[in-house]
């Protein structure tokens, strides 16, 4: 949509992420984040935290349930998404704005740390045992490589082998049809 604006942040989780569910089913994962800034003070040669930014954000459908699964509170994740601004007033009549972000991506950040990356069954939901048949390269294995010929190289006067090795569309696990 025009003239939103799309931001992308590095911060902590400040708790657990919650999930819930609207009345029509639709899943919905709220968690915060907690982005502050450091910089290195030269003069006491020490780093030194800015003020942090606290930001709500709001993951919808599958990717909520994803985020419910996996992230926990303390990991550092990366947030991209719309941020936006919404005003009321509290219980004490006082008007206060907050920002939020409604999330497109979410994932953690493998700067300090490791992640397995389990892909989602196409109808949605994790993969369980045969589900990854559905999917021709999630198990796929990479072509074996030809022994190096002797005084080949480019048009080296090698004669080509007797029998060809079977095309790799013949092995199990591959397909000539792209993913796409």
């Not at 490791?114 to 196409?122: E, F, G």
Request: net charge neutral; hydrophobic share 35%; glycine share 12%.
């Amino acid at each position: 949509m025009s003239g939103e604006t799309v931001i992308t942040i590095v911060g902590n989780l400040v708790d657990d992420p919650e999930l819930r569910f609207t009345p029509a089913g639709a899943a919905v994962a709220k968690f915060r984040i907690a982005s502050t800034p450091r910089v290195f003070d030269k003069q006491t040669n020490e780093w030194k935290d800015g003020e942090g930014l606290f930001l709500t954000c709001s993951v919808w459908r599958q990717a909520a349930e994803n985020v419910a699964e996996t992230l926990t509170r303390g990991m550092r994740v990366i947030v991209q998404g719309r941020l936006k601004q919404r005003s009321y007033e509290d219980r004490e009549q006082v008007k206060r704005t907050v920002y939020e972000i409604d999330v497109e991506e979410v994932g953690p950040s493998l700067l300090r740390a490791s992640a397995k990356v389990t892909k989602n069954a196409p109808g949605g939901g994790q993969q369980q045992g045969g589900a990854q048949a559905a999917d021709p390269w999630a198990g796929a294995k990479p072509a074996q490589q030809q022994p190096p010929q002797q005084g080949g190289g480019w048009g080296g006067g090698q004669p080509a082998p007797a029998a060809a090795p079977a095309p790799a569309a013949a092995a199990p696990g591959y397909s000539d049809v792209p993913p796409f």
